[in-house]
């Protein structure tokens, strides 16, 4: 298969207090409003390429509304929908988006909408945020806890093989690892990528009935010590962390969790391994072998199962798990297979 996809472009998520969770990600999060249009924030990091990298729109419930992936050419995406349509899932086309080009919009066969474009408009720094870098979209964000750019989204699925098996198969996503619960053959979450990073997608084992949710969205810094920075900043500003900072075993990022206003998880990373092997033949880890936690010293936190919308009547261990992931659930050191 050629290469169809290039990389996550932007992500949009609902939220049922717009307003809020925009001032969070401006004034916690360092990121910068750049537009607003029909109810819609549209923000950036100071290193995305193109204008806007995260969409927040208005919604009930906190929600994976779309993600949107550049395509690699015109020709790409033609046979991107071409794919998608010979694996049986129907999408419809729009002559174009705010600040992008004709798109392909369609929902996957576990509950995902997905955006693919080609035609984006570059963002181009205005004479206060030019860079004297040539190279780099806007000057670094003097707020002390500003991501980067957008590193990837996590989704829920109820078959993560058989989630990693359509986006590979279709649009030729790498597959690049699986966790298995130690204690029974259940696969809770898999790694898949566009390009050399461990993943621009991840998903996890979703035991609800709610199809297309989404664990969390993740930003990236350059080094370890932005992302201890940001921790700390959070903190001091009234942001806990729910999980990290730590490393994960699994892509071999530096990692810390925390929630915005709408309760929606945020991950941030930095570091971690680049892989560039056409043919990767994914391992399967155990979380007893640190994939989630790699130092192995710390539970994963009960609320991390926690999935977006929430399922009807969410506790960690009782979202329609089977009796296997129940006890699984209840073991703090077994459900480490996230990242
Ligand atoms: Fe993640």
Redesign the pocket.
Known sequence: MIKLLSHLAHLEIASPDVDASARFYEEKFGMRIVDRLDGRVYLRCWGDYYHYSLVVVPGAEPALAAMAWRVTSPEALDTAVSNIEEHGVTGTWAASGHRHGKAYTFTGPYGHTMKLFWDVDRFEADADHASIYPDRPEKRSSHAAAPRFLD?V?VASSDVRGFAKWYSGTLGFRTMAFVDLDEAPITVFSVLTTNEKS?DL?VVKDTSSRAGRVN?I?FWVDTHEDLLRTADVLMENGTPMEYGPSIHGVGEQN?LYFREPSGLRV?L?SGGYRNYVPDWEPNTWKPSEGSNNFYRNGAMPHSMTESFPQAEGFTATEEGASDEMKAALLNPYAVQG??
């Open positions: 990837h996590t993943h991840g969390h993740a990692f991950e990373n996230r990242g």
